[in-house]
């Protein structure tokens, strides 16, 4: 480990610009998507993700994507619950196997499940190469981002985020369903991540300082909508998971259906709020959180207003599709510092368990 770096979590936390850049670099050279694969997308009618964990919520992201870039039919399923459902599938349906470690039991017996139910075609996307998931596979794709020491994943997640992006643009272009234009477009995007991953770490310090707080509250709201919700429920995950606070993700619309009963100025809400599409309907749900009392502490590269009861950070701009990746950055930062200032065993939570692979 490098000595100067107290802890894995930060070390995986900061290599990230450096492991998304890896992974576009090998897509650019043709090695991230095989040919073989590539040959098969064009009779894809529907996709299944399976996953457990962290690598779950990499599928709730993915799934827009699916669904708008390559026009299909999407379903993502919890491996553990997967296992118990009456499910068919064909060879117009590809299932992705997502998993770290690649030896996830849930995941492995959620894709036997799978293929016990009729002929899919499969996928597992790991960072273990040569694991268990990739010898049951039609085709394994690797998110390259080396050894991933803390028992949380952080690099491991970002880049199965953007390879699962990279396997949506593929299917979106085997079916004819995105021009060239647009893949190039995308192409570019994934370019610029890295240096917009590398602007969210600067953001450390402001983030340390929220957590000064944030991390004596019992509760915490995480809310985002659309693909900032399984973001919002990816950064309630971590802080349950190394900080020990019991934290709980919404889609921001279903606040009001339930949740808002439980806001008051004792349980802050940690907002995603991308400057996209989905914005407005944000901020009116903010309203009803500030009319409880609620304390709201925004992540945006939009130019919102720091009222009081409100604390916000300002994200960086420049992603439209990627975004999700650099607001689950922030998060794990501020679970990260959460974490270490609650005085927790960072790398090694209670409890949990992890399979790393030598590289
Ligand atoms: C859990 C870990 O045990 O497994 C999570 O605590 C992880 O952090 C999950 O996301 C799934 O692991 P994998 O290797 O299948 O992605």
Request: charged content about 15%; some cysteine.
């Amino acid at each position: 480990k490098n000595q100067s770096v107290p802890h894995f979590m930060l070390e995986e936390i900061e290599a990230q610009p450096e492991t998304l850049a890896i992974l576009v670099q090998k897509y650019k050279e043709g090695y991230v998507l095989p040919l073989a694969l590539r040959a098969k997308l064009a009779g894809i009618r529907s996709v299944t993700l399976l996953a457990c964990g962290s690598s779950y919520h990499a599928a709730l992201v993915a799934r827009y994507w699916f669904e708008t870039l390559a026009g299909v039919s999407v379903q993502v399923g919890l491996s553990s619950e997967y296992c118990d459902r009456d499910v068919r599938a064909d060879d117009h349906d590809l299932m992705i196997a997502i998993s770290q470690s690649g030896e996830t039991t849930d995941t492995i017996a959620a894709l036997k499940h799978a293929q016990a139910s009729g002929r899919p075609r499969t996928v597992a996307l790991t960072n273990s190469p040569g694991s268990t998931l990739t010898t049951l596979v039609d085709h394994h794709l690797l998110t390259h981002s080396g050894a991933e020491q803390s028992v949380s994943a952080t690099k491991s997640l970002t880049a199965q985020i953007l390879l699962l992006f990279m396997l949506a643009n593929a299917l979106g272009q085997a079916r004819g369903h995105l021009s060239a234009e647009q893949v190039a477009s995308h192409d570019e995007e994934m370019l610029l991540l890295p240096n917009v991953v590398a602007q969210t770490l600067l953001l450390n310090k402001e983030i340390r300082r929220w957590a000064n707080g944030l991390h004596r509250k019992n509760n915490l709201f995480v809310i985002g909508r659309h693909t900032h919700y399984p973001v919002a429920m990816e950064g309630a995950f971590k802080l349950r998971e190394v900080a020990y606070q019991h934290a709980e993700a919404f889609p921001a619309g279903e606040l009001k259906h339930g949740p808002i009963t439980l806001v008051n100025d004792d349980l802050p809400v940690i907002v995603c709020l991308p400057w996209n599409q989905q914005a407005q309907k944000m901020l009116d749900d903010l309203k009803a959180i500030r009319a409880n009392h609620g304390e709201i502490f925004i992540l945006s590269n939009g130019n919102i207003a720091s009222v009081e009861g409100t604390s916000v950070i300002r994200m960086p701009s420049g992603l439209t599709h990627l975004s999700p990746i650099i607001y689950i950055v922030a998060l794990q930062m501020l679970a990260y510092y959460c974490a270490v200032l609650s005085g927790n065993a960072i790398d090694t939570p209670r409890n949990l368990a992890k399979v790393t692979m030598d590289f």
